[in-house]
């Protein structure tokens, strides 16, 4: 089975992600996409990021009705801070049937060189990039790479920042959020 990483806070997950994943996991030889909900780094005071078995509270929930995409803690028992490499190398030794592929938005290809072992990541692994809201094509220097693809996802400019903020201002968010994290966030009066 080939699974594609969607590395993310999910802080809170919105509809932008799941469209993304589904689309993703439609229009791409992927057969599932895991939301990897990265741990709270213990060295950054982030005090508007909700703690990790909530985030990954919500995912599960926004997940729940969608048999092709899951929520996955794995980088929560790995040591910190923690590399995507890392992850990558636990997860084939610890599913060595499936294949594992990353998930990014063309901004994040743009920076890809500076992760570390990129290179190693690129020989072993495919990564699939959706398009980003930007002036100008994002130039990379990936550009045309046999093991980078593509995907021409829809266009979501929806941020959980802009979400955050919203709550904060007592705005009505509902609308941007699968109903049952809406549900779970209001009942549990997050960033109000």
Do not use: C
């Not at 699974?3 to 229009?27: D, R």
């Not at 063309?106 to 930007?134: Q, T």
């Amino acid at each position: 089975m080939k699974v594609g990483l969607f590395f993310g806070s999910f802080n809170p997950i919105h509809i932008g992600h799941l469209v993304i994943a589904n689309h993703m996991v439609e229009y791409s030889p992927l057969d599932q996409v895991w939301f990897v909900v990265t741990p709270h780094n213990p060295f950054k005071n982030k005090s508007t990021l909700l703690d990790n078995y909530q985030r990954l509270e919500m995912v599960y929930r926004a997940t729940q009705d969608y048999t092709k995409l899951k929520p996955s803690d794995i980088e929560f028992n790995l040591p910190q801070p923690n590399y995507t490499i890392n992850t990558l190398a636990y997860l084939q030794e610890k599913y060595p049937q499936h294949q594992f592929a990353l998930i990014m938005g063309e901004d994040n290809l743009k920076s890809f060189h500076k992760w570390k072992n990129y290179k190693l990541i690129l020989a072993n692994h495919d990564i699939y990039v959706y398009p980003r809201v930007s002036e100008q094509k994002v130039e990379t220097p990936f550009d045309g790479h046999k093991k980078i693809h593509v995907i021409k996802a829809p266009l979501m400019e929806l941020s959980s920042t802009f979400i955050r903020q919203a709550i904060k201002d007592g705005k009505n968010v509902q609308p941007m959020l699968p109903q049952h994290v809406w549900e779970y966030l209001d009942e549990m009066n997050f960033y109000k």
